[in-house]
């Protein structure tokens, strides 16, 4: 088979990662990478880390508002796909790299394969809401992660094309998070200036659009961090750079690290290591359960429902009281209790290409 997969941001690099390995050793892999993340440690420094095949295309587009990105992407996704005919067009989450495929592959009637269907956070103002929604809707084979995203597609009437798979990210997690230690990493702070690691600590991410769009939400947030007994560690990602260095200014903070982003290696040993982790990334909040920490998202509405079960993820307002708040609520852990898979979904989802196109 000839699969086309489209990638164009941080945590879609990751879960290619673990596919990629597995597709490349049965079959043919057309690799676009759309460019929507494109600095050094928000792109290339994955593809070296968790040894991804270079692009076959990078079609480099970034930034622009949403509509402006994801015409550009179709545009030129189109143009791939006419030229490519893969069997399948693999994609990965929610982001507009990943609606801008499937648009283009559904009116050329190429058969889309989408991991992570079936996530919902039933708010249509979370913008990956809208792409993950469309996306199922044109996608002929949707692999779920856990079983709450096989109800959601039971309740939309896409159960017959759905599929339970598990987790690539757990898959990711288990693979690589031991390939670093502490000792083995150096943050590069924002200020030019190197840092390394305290042995306890808090780790801190924030960039999504619901939290990076005014200062207030992320004042609150360093008001609260800046309470902690323990130091707190945030690489910024790109889009909160500028707002995050000016604050840094404003609020005179001193118990707060603002580093460059971190590659996936790092980040998974400073998840394994954190006292607690504060984010409101789709993934932190996932790596923090199969780290066993205790996480805060902070966010109005609940990604992953598996990860709230024992307070073990817990929801909290860019207010700086509802955080401090949300961090003293104690978590249970049920060690049995794994709903994210059997670190093998990333075979599961070749298989499941491999068996429809086997029907054919
Ligand atoms: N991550 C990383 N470096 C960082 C921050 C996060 O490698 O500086 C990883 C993190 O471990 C997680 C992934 O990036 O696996 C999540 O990406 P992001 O938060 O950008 O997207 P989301 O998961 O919210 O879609």
């Known amino acids: 088979m000839k699969i086309l997969t489209v990638v164009g941001a941080r945590p879609q690099f990751i879960k290619a990662a673990v596919v990629s390995h597995v597709l490349r050793g049965r079959h043919q892999e057309v690799l676009v990478h ?3 993340h494109f600095d050094y440690n928000m792109s290339q420094q994955f593809f070296d880390e968790l040894d991804i095949p270079a692009p076959d295309y990078n079609l480099g587009v970034s930034g622009g508002s949403h509509g402006e990105m994801t015409g550009r992407m179709l545009i030129e996704i189109e143009k791939v796909l006419t030229k490519e005919q893969p069997d399948w067009l693999l994609l990965y989450g929610d982001t507009n790299s ?23 956070t039933h708010s249509r103002t979370n913008p990956e809401e809208i792409n993950r929604i469309c996306t199922d809707h044109v996608s002929a084979l949707l692999l779920a992660s856990t079983a709450s995203g096989m109800e959601e597609m039971k309740l939309e009437g896409l159960a017959d094309r759905a ?37 306890r600590f808090v780790y801190l991410t924030c960039h999504r659009e619901e939290n990076t769009n005014r200062d207030e939400d992320l004042r609150e947030i360093f008001k609260a961090m800046e309470q902690l007994d323990y130091p707190v560690i945030y690489p910024v990602h790109p889009r909160n750079h500028d707002r995050a260095l000016r604050l840094q200014e404003e609020m005179k903070l001193n118990n707060i690290l603002l580093a460059q982003p971190v590659g996936y290696l790092e980040s ?24 066993k920490k205790k996480c805060v998202t902070l966010l109005n509405f609940v990604v992953w429902p598996e990860t709230m079960v024992g307070n073990r993820n817990v929801l ?25 898979g059997d670190g093998h979904a990333a075979l599961k989802i070749v298989e499941a290409m491999e068996n429809v196109q086997g029907e054919k």
């Open 98 to 120: 990943t609606i801008a495929a499937a648009l283009a592959a559904a009116k050329l009637h190429i058969p889309i394969c989408h991991v992570e269907a079936g996530t919902r």
């Open 163 to 199: 599929d339970l798979v598990g987790d690539p990210m757990y898959d990711a997690f288990l693979e690589y998070s031991g390939h670093k230690q502490l000792g083995d990493l150096t943050l590069q702070l924002l200020d030019g200036s190197t840092a390394t690691v305290p042995d």
């Open 268 to 291: 998974a040993c400073l998840v394994k290591n954190a006292q607690l982790v504060v984010t409101d990334s789709g993934g932190l909040q996932r790596e923090a359960f199969f780290a």
């Open 316 to 340: 909290a307002k860019p207010v700086a009281e509802d955080i401090l708040e949300k961090i003293a609520i104690p978590q249970e852990i049920d060690e049995s209790y794994q709903p994210f």
């Open 34 to 36: 759309t460019g929507q």
